[in-house]
C-alpha cells in the first residue's frame, strides 16, 4: 500500500466527451504527478503539480489539464476525447526537495478505454 | 530529448536461474530508480542510486549504477515466480522531470 488512492478503476467513454480523474496523495506529499502508460509501454510524463501550481510538462495537447487542491489532492481532465487516449492513468506523489521529490508513490491507476 | 533504453524488452527463464537487465541512457542522470509493476497495479518502487558505482542490494536483487551515472543494471539471483512483472527505471531530466524506460518484462516460468 503506497497511501496514493485514485478513481475510479476503470472508466468507459465514447470519443469527443470530457473525463475527470482524480487522485488522493500520500499523507504530507505536497507534489503530484500524472503518467499515461499505454499497453506494454513505460509511463509516459503529462504533468506535475507542486502546492497548486503546474510545475512541468511533458508533451500532451492542451487538452489534458490538471487541478491540485489545497489538501493536495489532485484531478486529471481530458478534453475531447481520442482513441488513442485509452490507457492506464497514474498518479504519483512525492516530497520536494533534494532526492525525495524523485522518489515517487503510485497509485493502482485509471484504466481509461475511448471507444 | 534525455531517453531511458532497457534490455532486454522481454524475458522468459525458468525458475532458478539468475539475469540481468539493463538500463542505458547517453546523459548522465542524478539519480536512476528502479520500480517493479504487476498487471493492473501502479509501480512500486525498488531500490534508488544515486552514486556513481554504487551497489546495493535487496535480498535477490542487486542493483548497480554506472561510475559515469548514465546506465544502470539489476541482477536477480535464483530467480522465482513471485519475481515476474514488468521493471521499470526511471531518472529526473535536465528540467528535474521524471522519465522513465519502456520496461523489461520479465516472466519466470515454474
Known amino acids: 500500500e503506497t497511501g496514493v488512492t485514485q478513481s475510479p478503476t476503470h472508466l468507459i467513454k465514447t470519443r469527443g466527451q470530457q473525463v475527470t480523474l482524480r487522485c488522493s496523495s500520500q499523507?504530507?506529499?505536497?507534489?503530484v504527478s500524472w503518467y499515461q502508460q499505454a499497453l506494454g509501454q513505460g509511463p509516459q510524463f503529462i504533468f506535475q503539480y507542486y502546492r497548486e501550481e503546474e510545475n512541468g510538462r511533458g508533451n500532451f495537447p492542451p487538452r489534458f489539464s490538471g487541478l491540485q487542491f489545497p489538501n493536495y489532492s489532485s484531478e486529471l481532465n481530458v478534453n475531447a476525447l481520442e482513441l488513442d487516449d485509452s490507457a492506464l492513468y497514474l498518479c504519483?506523489?512525492?516530497?520536494?526537495?533534494?532526492?525525495?521529490?524523485?522518489?515517487?508513490?503510485f497509485g493502482a491507476g485509471t484504466r481509461l478505454s475511448v471507444l | 530529448t534525455q531517453l531511458l533504453e532497457q534490455s532486454p524488452q522481454f524475458l522468459s527463464i525458468q525458475e532458478g536461474e539468475n539475469l540481468t537487465v539493463y538500463c542505458n541512457s547517453s546523459?548522465?542522470?542524478?539519480?536512476l530508480q528502479w520500480y517493479r509493476q504487476e498487471p493492473g497495479e501502479g509501480p512500486v518502487l525498488l531500490v534508488t542510486v544515486v552514486t556513481g558505482g554504487e551497489v546495493k542490494k535487496l535480498k535477490r536483487l542487486t542493483f548497480q549504477f554506472g561510475d559515469a551515472r548514465k546506465d544502470s543494471s539489476l541482477h536477480i539471483t535464483a530467480a522465482q515466480t513471485g519475481d515476474t512483472g514488468l521493471y521499470l527505471c526511471?531518472?529526473?531530466?535536465?528540467?528535474?522531470?521524471?522519465?522513465f524506460g519502456k520496461g523489461t518484462r520479465l516472466h519466470i516460468l515454474p
Open positions: 504519483a506523489s512525492s516530497l520536494d526537495g533534494g532526492l525525495a521529490k524523485n522518489i515517487q508513490y
Open positions: 499523507s504530507g506529499h505536497n507534489t
Open positions: 526511471a531518472g529526473a531530466d535536465r528540467d528535474d522531470k521524471i522519465i
Open positions: 546523459s548522465v542522470f542524478s539519480s
